[in-house]
Nanobody
Framework: QVQLVESGGGLAQAGGSLRLSCTAS????????MGWYRQAPGKQRELVAD???????NYADSVRGRFTISRDDAKTTVHLQMNDLKLDDTAVYYC????????WGQGTQVTVSS
């Protein structure tokens, strides 16, 4: 079993910054991709950013240039640095790992206020 533990969510003002982290543990045999998704009330879950095992990053158009995904050397922890936060960034953010199967974290709330 694979566990994903997220941290770093909270409340920020518009224009501010937050940093999310996600650490994977357990029976990890393979990591193809790790990333962050978000789901706002009444909306579908959407990709925010992800990073392949080879280090290729991908961003949603809405966050490109403001958010940066990175990972540690062991490739089991990913971070999402969120700068210049906007009200529309308010959502529950979920970490996802894709390997032998797909695994999700429990989610962490990010709230941006004006």
């Amino acid at each position: 079993q694979v566990q994903l533990v997220e941290s770093g969510g909270g409340l920020a003002q518009a224009g501010g910054s937050l940093r999310l982290s996600c650490t994977a543990s357990g029976r990890i045999f393979k990591i193809d991709n790790m990333g962050w998704y978000r789901q706002a009330p009444g909306k579908q879950r959407e990709l925010v950013a992800d990073i392949t095992f080879g280090g290729i990053t991908n961003y949603a158009d809405s966050v490109r240039g403001r958010f940066t995904i990175s990972r540690d050397d062991a490739k089991t922890t990913v971070h999402l640095q969120m700068n210049d936060l906007k009200l529309d960034d308010t959502a529950v953010y979920y970490c996802k790992l894709v390997g032998i199967g797909s695994y999700w974290g429990q989610g962490t709330q990010v709230t941006v206020s004006s």
